[in-house]
DNA sequence: GATGAATGAGCGTTCATTCAT
DNA sequence: TATGAATGAACGCTCATTCAT
């Protein structure tokens, strides 16, 4: 683990997610990092300022790099309900993908930590689905309601589908992911 | 002899569980308590023998409360899409009554204070909203899937609900509870 | 247990020094007390100002038993080496006897409850070993050494003896208290 | 990097047992010794884990140290009683010299901390002194009892000779201690 | 006299953070 | 930059004792 700078630092953060996907936030201490990392806690400081500053950098990045990362999921000129479909599948495999990830910020969503963030970065939102969502709009075949309504249900269910999935209820497979699918679609559809 | 003051365990219940709604989890320090109640800390061990006696005394008296409330929800005789929604409503309205409540709850169910409640407390399922999925698929209204798929979707749904009204988002009227339920109905209807 | 006054005050005094003998005096709280003899913790403060005031007065109450019982053994005219065989037993069957009671006034002179005895209560001596020895060198037959260092050696080999006993190491017959009664009498005859 | 200081480990020993010497284990606390150190209560922890292992760590380490020392001893070549004398005032010496130590294994021998250390330090016997007295039985010097019974004896009057000397009852003079060596002779030979 | 409630003072321990090199 | 030592500020909890009836 003993590397330089740039890799010290991302070996922080990947020890950090790690041990807050597996013990909670409750249970990370700067201590266990460090030990983790194989460094010393006080080398921690050299990287982040404290605690707060380590938490909410990793959830700031995280959360850039989410918005980021779907925005660049090909605008493909499928008909509507593929095109939707298919960026639906993109975010299950994504948060499978990144279970820890996605772990560590929905924990930080429920957290003190969360205000540290600056809000221009908890207020990105994907324009992707946003666009998708006034697409479908347009063409009258998703509920006209409010975005903000429609994409929070989408979440809710898309994170429900990933948890569903990760205790083996469902499997991440054609047929169970169309049915969970179908399920979202027959919500919002017209 | 100084008489027990009857309010006094009401009292601590109340503040936990609104420190636990304000600060969450790792926010809650026996001292606090404490202080907002108006007594020493130690007076609290007179009333909870730990830390974990209070919280986990707490969920278990929720859990239980809530079941039962639930369960005394009848509307035999209306049709399935009726009562349905009268139940969703009731749900809808519990949650929102419930708040500080629920989320304690919420915050118990993913913490380590979970496995401190007995067993078959924690197993306490509500039996309404799962015969009712079964009298709907008997009916052939509802999708055929199993319960704990439909049953988690659902709950989102109220989950993510009950915050869009919470934000303001929403408001707690026919109109719009309504809008919600139908999203909710389309997404699990035949 | 819940009797009277006098009857009380006795049953706490028992229960403590149980309790000192099975757990020593660090395990030793005023609740655990009240709660064996049956009464509330307060009312142990009927009985005694206080923890010191409990240990020191029971110290003291034993001490002076333990000093009268002994004055009370008839001083026969036997030949010396018996009577002094004679009351060497009866120490060993006292000790053996209220087992209990030597455990708590040994374990309170190594504590700081000691320090709380009257001072005449501490050094009271058994005139009857004392006078015993002062027999013995007049007649010439133990070593004419301080009565404090024989008195302290006796005392040392008898709860060693004790000891022994109570370890299984030793027997309480005939046959082996004479060999330990004959390793004490070797030691200071002339 | 600030240096350990490799007398502050030492420091903190050595406060401990004296401690441990004047107040008894119920009086040491954890700050008390740090004050008397004058570090923080929390360096305490950097040195050992917990007060539990503090107590035994010490304990262990005399435990060792006394065996070592005492192993040393050798006076192959005097006649017995000889032999048997300078190892006995070599005792008393050690004792003297070390009473705050030869205390606190005492008082950790009669306290719950003793189960705490390793068994094989606690089994560590010197067996110098049994073999000493097997030699004594060979050429029928002293009296065929157990080894037990006579190191039990002998132990008890070594501690009594030196808290009649703490006392200033005696003194650590030649005849004196003769006069004490002569006690213990006298009453284990044959 | 008897008692359950209440508490202040203190305990051992943890931990994010800073110090000193 | 890197670090082991050091620490202040808490924390959960205990317990002898007092309060109020």
Known sequence: MKQKDEFKREAIINVTIDMVYTNGFAGVKMAQIAKKVDISPSTLYVYFKSKNDLISSIATDLLKKITQTSQNQMHSDLPFKLKFKAIWLFYVNFEIN???????????????????????IRNLKSSLVLDLLDEGKR???????????????????????????????????????NTMFLLAWDAIKN
């Open 98 to 120: 990144n279970r820890k990830e996605m772990s560590f910020i929905n924990q930080v969503k429920q957290s003190p930590y969360y205000k540290m963030i600056p809000l221009e």
């Open 139 to 177: 063409q009258g075949l998703i509920k006209n309601l409010d975005n903000s309504i429609l994409a929070a249900l989408l979440s809710a269910f898309l994170t429900e589908t990933v948890k569903l999935i990760d205790s083996k209820t469902l499997q991440l497979n054609e047929a169970e992911t």
